[in-house]
């Protein structure tokens, strides 16, 4: 039977991680936004200045996807072996990568290149839109998990929650990477003129 059935030990060291951090959050809460703050100014989403505005949303999609297989790796150790504070904290640690960097990155897509698709091409950016509604949505509740364990408000069913979102976050932003990289971007090679290219590039540019 799976550790996560039950709960109680997973509860009991989930309480435990959550007495370990309120110690340890105000030293570090400084010490990380100052980190992450220089590492964007020195590489942007961790990713060069692009020549190309397609290959730059493909290498954060690389990006994206390492840090959506670290979830998948924690999922599989918490539910193998039961709560940790170090798989967890790969979870938090991804869930701010994507709440940040790859919610940016959606948001520059949204607002530079799928008005540009509107203007060729119908039910495609109409489809995309839901299904990243839908993807966003799940994130949030994986959010709202991740919550609950730092702040205390363990119950029964909170560790199948955690797991059961992260796997449904890793699953929607997989498939829609895998969608927009084989997919859209080719199509929008193919219908952008070199106007709108050029466009796009110098917005997707600036986004960064």
């Known amino acids: 039977m799976s550790k996560i059935v039950t709960g109680t030990p997973i509860d ?35 990713c060069a200045l692009p020549g190309d505005p397609l290959e730059l949303l493909m290498e954060q999609h690389t990006v994206g996807l390492a840090w959506l297989e670290k979830i998948a790796i924690a999922v599989d150790s918490i539910k193998a072996e039961g709560f940790s504070a170090k798989a967890f904290e790969i979870i938090t640690g991804a869930v701010k990568y994507l709440g940040t960097e790859m919610h940016r990155h959606t948001e520059s897509e949204e607002k530079y290149l799928f008005p540009l698709i509107d203007k060729h091409a119908f039910d495609s950016p109409m489809a995309l839109r839901h299904e990243r509604r839908e993807m966003w949505q799940a994130f949030n509740e994986l959010q709202l998990s991740v919550r609950d364990v730092e702040e205390g408000r363990i119950h029964g069913t909170t560790m199948r929650e955690l797991l059961q979102s992260a796997q449904l976050v890793v699953e929607r932003f997989r498939n829609q990477i895998e969608k927009e990289n084989t997919i859209i971007f080719p199509m929008v090679k193919r219908l952008l003129t070199s106007d709108e290219y050029a466009l796009l590039k110098q917005e997707i540019t600036a986004s960064i």
């Open 12 to 46: 009991s060291k989930a309480r435990s991680y959550r007495t370990k951090r309120i110690s340890e959050q105000v030293k570090n809460n400084s010490r990380y936004t100052n980190k992450a703050v220089n590492s964007r100014r020195e590489h942007p989403n961790g």
